[in-house]
């Protein structure tokens, strides 16, 4: 088992930033895959990025590439979302999600097979 609990969730305005942390315990793996997701009221949860916890390689939503930036910190067994220049369309619950395989880096939610419980992020116009 994998418990993921997030953090660093927030109000902010248009244009600010905010940083989500993922921190992971439980079993330890050597190959997989940190991924964040969000969903806003009434829409389907979307891919936001995603990184291979071996070697650092990355995968970002077409909307937030060049806004936002994900990153691991090995020592302390944490994924960081790094989001700068907030827009209102931002506003959703963010999840990170964990996958038991580094194969791919996959942006359907059905790949990953834990989920951290959510932080709420707004971002007001």
């Known amino acids: 088992q994998v418990q993921l609990i997030e953090s660093g969730g927030g109000l902010v305005q248009a244009g600010g930033s905010l940083r989500l942390s993922c921190a992971a315990s439980g079993r330890t793996f050597s190959n997989y895959v940190v991924g964040w997701f969000r969903q806003a009221p009434g829409k389907a949860r979307e891919f936001v990025a995603a990184i291979r916890w071996s070697g650092g390689s990355t995968a970002y939503a077409d909307s937030v590439k060049g806004r936002f930036t994900i990153s691991r910190d090995n020592a302390k067994n944490t994924a960081l979302l790094q989001m700068n220049s907030l827009k209102p369309d931002d506003t959703a619950v963010y999840y990170c999600?964990?996958?038991?395989?580094?194969?791919?880096?996959?942006?359907?939610?059905?790949?990953?097979?834990?989920w951290g419980q959510g932080t709420q992020v707004t971002v007001s116009s």
């Open positions: 999600a964990f996958r038991l395989s580094d194969w791919t880096l996959p942006k359907s939610d059905l790949e990953y097979n834990y």
